[in-house]
């Protein structure tokens, strides 16, 4: 966790001192809204709707519009596999490269943009794991997403952005018990839409 918390910081530092970048942070939350868990053959799975909230922080070069925006986030999402609902806590920390499209005449009170970048997740928990003695569904204990964006920050100070999350390998792993050992019987990868609001001071 120190080591992307310095990544951020360093890349940060890289926009902001050479060109005197603008500073905001802010407060953000939103939606997941996830698709079942792919390639859990045999198996009934669906995704449900969770949510993420937490803290931001953006710097931007004025004059070009480029900018790095960085966030430390709690989210809560989950799937229904045979019946049972799994609920996955983590911080997940995703870090955008951003171009904000600032318009002469609207900039004041509409600037668009669009967004790019990795997300590290760091599972907390996950509810509800075990479907019954002999079958479990486990979300993985990090993992590593790509985010792609877009939206718009309204009046310098609330931000709405539509995002989708691509899983950048296997996300959890449904497993059976049989022979006195648990054996994962396949592995599976979650896509998800996220749509959020955030307030800059």
Same mark, same amino acid.
């Given at each position: 966790m120190k080591k992307i918390f310095g990544f951020i910081f360093a890349l940060c530092l890289f926009v902001a001192i050479p060109a005197n970048a603008q500073f905001d942070f802010g407060i953000k939350a939103g939606t997941n809204l996830v698709g079942g868990p792919s390639d859990i053959k045999g198996?009934?799975?669906?995704?449900? $709707? +969770?949510?993420?909230?937490?803290?931001?922080?953006?710097? $931007?070069?004025?004059?070009? +519009?480029?900018?790095?925006? +960085?966030?430390?986030?709690?989210?809560?999402?989950?799937?229904?596999?045979?019946?049972?609902?799994?609920?996955? &806590?983590?911080?997940?920390v995703p870090i955008y490269l951003r171009y904000d499209l600032g318009l002469p005449v609207v900039s004041k009170v509409l600037v668009p943009f669009i967004a790019v970048g990795p997300q590290f997740g760091f599972k907390l928990s996950d509810d509800g794991s075990n479907l019954s003695d002999v079958a479990r569904f486990e979300y993985k204990k990090s993992q590593l997403s790509l985010n792609l964006g877009? +939206?718009?920050?309204?009046?310098? &100070?609330?931000?709405? &952005?539509?995002?989708?999350?691509?899983a950048m390998g296997n996300t959890s792993e449904y497993s059976e018990f049989a022979g006195g050992a648990w054996n994962v019987m396949t592995k599976s990868k979650t896509n $998800?839409?996220?749509?959020?609001?955030?307030?800059l001071f």
């Open positions: 198996v009934s799975s669906d995704g449900y $709707t +969770g949510f993420f909230a937490g803290a931001m922080a953006k710097f $931007t070069l004025p004059i070009v +519009g480029l900018g790095i925006e +960085g966030d430390i986030l709690y989210s809560q999402s989950g799937a229904e596999v045979a019946g049972e609902k799994v609920k996955n &806590h983590s911080i997940e877009l +939206g718009a920050v309204f009046f310098s &100070h609330l931000q709405a &952005h539509i995002n989708y999350n691509i $998800t839409w996220q749509v959020s609001v955030a307030y």
